[in-house]
């Protein structure tokens, strides 16, 4: 008795046109709505913001479907473009913050 290996799984694979499909659907399953900012909340990320001096930060934002989080000291504030460039090289949109406070 010989052993199909590799073959009894070309059936899954027979169109690669929907492979594209597939894959667009499984990485929906995993998205999360975009989370609301209060009032207070939007303050916070403010004050931390205008008053920052080189302390460690952590940062939430939404970005794709997804909450990340970052834990990283920020290494410019575009206000031209509203984006922080972080020391790892991550940017981050204003509109994509979340959440911000300091890393104890």
């Not at 799984?9 to 667009?24: C, F, Q, T, V």
């Amino acid at each position: 008795m010989s052993d199909r290996g590799m073959k009894k799984w070309n059936a899954y694979k027979s169109l690669p046109e929907h492979d594209p499909a597939i894959r667009g659907t499984m990485g929906e399953r995993y998205k999360v709505p975009r989370p609301t900012i209060s009032n207070e909340e939007a303050e916070i990320i403010n004050e931390i913001l205008v008053n920052y001096h080189g302390e460690l930060l952590d940062i939430e934002y939404y970005r794709n479907g997804e909450l990340n989080n970052v834990t990283d000291t920020i290494k410019k504030i575009d206000t031209y473009s509203r984006k922080l460039l972080l020391t790892s090289g991550v940017r981050i949109s204003l509109n994509e913050l979340t959440g911000l406070k300091h890393n104890k």
